[in-house]
């Protein structure tokens, strides 16, 4: 292929992301409850996570956010598109289904850290939180 589209056909995706696999939370609500769960530290984010009760909607669903310490709209904007590319490539193969994931950025870190050690920390700590320890 010549790496034209065709005429009438879209344009890429910059990320590829199947609809089905990934939800993104929206209610404050999924956030509180996301809170009160289990968290784990890494240098570039904070991931918070929850496993959903059987009644509730099966798949995984992910939230993020980035308090004004992550720096002014621009900078926090930045922050939380990285950590959605992050989200898209790890939470897919190592995300469990029927839980709820938040990614809180972190100021200074989360935007300038290499994108590859971004995922990895997000690896890491998914490991963490879906270890057995209660």
């Given at each position: ?9 879209p ?25 009160r ?11 918070q ?10 798949g ?75």
């Amino acid at each position: 292929m010549d790496g034209k589209n065709q005429p009438g056909e879209p344009p890429p995706a910059a990320s590829v992301c199947a609809p089905e696999s990934l939800t993104v939370l929206r209610k404050r609500s999924d956030f509180l409850k996301a809170a009160r769960a289990r968290r784990q530290g890494t240098s570039s984010m904070m991931v918070q996570a929850r496993k959903r009760t059987p009644d509730e909607t099966a798949g995984i669903r992910v939230g993020f956010t980035c308090s004004k310490k992550v720096g002014n709209a621009v900078a926090r904007n930045r922050a939380k598109r990285r950590l959605r590319e992050a989200a898209r490539a790890v939470l897919p193969v190592n995300g469990h289904d029927g839980w709820d994931y938040v990614l809180i950025g972190r100021a200074e870190t989360t935007a300038a850290r290499p994108y590859e050690a971004l995922l990895d920390d997000l690896r890491y700590a998914l490991r963490k939180v879906h270890s057995s320890r209660k």
